[in-house]
């Protein structure tokens, strides 16, 4: 059996894109394969599994041998420590190439420039995608227009709507009616601790000397979030030292208002923002319009 699985901390593209790949795999290819997960899912992702009524994925046991499938990462820092030990079949991903993965022989590596994991899926399913049922379709649907956040995002290619747009066609989902439903199962992370919203949507990244742990909660509630500025910059510090990082960066994205605020709780932040995004920072807090993508418009910039 193949074991098929994306990064941890899921989201909604690396929880689902597995149980699409799967399912793939599985039905189509005759490779038995079943999907998994590397930690618990964010809001977003358990509302969609409800949604399309699928069962949530068990929670990866990897052993030494296992032939795998990585989907939406390429990084090894967002893997399992023994992914080495691992027989290694592909990587399905949209994100840069990291580099630092071996494997044991030549795989099948699909890493394209689209907005969505379940977009490349979708094109390398082809004609298989007609007979998907309807749970692997919606999915897919649900993928695109998180990764998205509904075609707002500037990673958004015109494909990826084409895309979303025929799945939402076939299904008879109204996109902007489903999305919404999304973005609010999204924004309630009322559950959830500090240390857990840090870590919830986060990538391991270097900026000349400092190790940073990039953070992105993406709401259409950012004041349910900001409320809690002042423990989420305590908790930084020990979230940082478990992680072997000199600082947490925590961007809030404000998806209506197509913005993010960045805290501010030292001044190596302020100094990584005010080189990185050319603004003035005078609090604890700075808004940065237009900012919405980790991957295009954070990630590339930052500097100190």
Same mark, same amino acid.
């Given at each position: 059996m193949i074991k098929v699985f994306g990064h941890t901390s899921p989201d909604t593209d690396s929880a689902a894109s597995a149980i699409v790949w799967a399912w793939y795999l599985t039905e189509m290819r005759n490779r038995p394969a079943k999907p998994f997960l590397l930690g618990r899912p964010n809001t977003e992702a358990a509302f969609v599994l409800q949604h399309w009524d699928v069962p949530m994925p068990e929670l990866l046991d990897l052993a030494a041998g296992d032939d795998v499938v990585i989907v939406d990462t390429n990084n090894p820092a967002e893997l399992p420590d023994n992914i080495a030990d691992a027989n290694l079949t592909a990587i399905i991903d949209h994100h840069l190439?990291?580099?630092? /993965?071996?494997?044991?022989t030549p795989i099948n590596i699909t890493i394209r420039p689209l907005a969505c994991t379940a977009t490349v899926m979708y094109d390398l399913m082809g004609s298989a995608v007609e007979k998907a049922p309807r749970h692997i379709k919606g999915l897919m649907l649900s993928c695109i227009l998180s990764d998205t956040l509904e075609f707002r995002s500037p990673t958004t290619t015109p494909h990826d709507r084409a895309v979303a747009e025929e799945l939402a066609r076939d299904l008879r989902v109204n996109i902007g009616e489903f999305a919404a439903e999304m973005f609010a199962a999204k924004s309630d992370v009322s559950a959830f601790s500090e240390a857990e919203l840090l870590t919830m949507d986060s990538k391991e990244y270097s900026v000349g000397d400092k190790e940073l742990r990039v953070s992105v909660l993406e709401t259409t509630s950012p004041g349910q979030i900001l409320s809690r500025k002042d423990a989420l910059m305590a908790a930084m510090p020990e979230v940082a030292?478990?992680?072997?990082?000199?600082?947490? /960066?925590?961007?809030?994205?404000d998806i209506l208002n197509e913005e993010a605020t960045l805290l501010i709780p030292n001044d190596l932040v302020k100094t990584i923002a005010e080189k990185s995004f050319g603004v003035s920072v005078s609090g604890d807090t700075v808004v940065l319009p237009g900012v919405m993508s980790r991957k295009k418009q954070i990630i590339p910039v930052l500097s100190l």
């Open positions: 190439l990291v580099g630092g /993965l071996k494997t044991k030292a478990k992680d072997g990082a000199d600082q947490v /960066l925590l961007f809030v994205v």
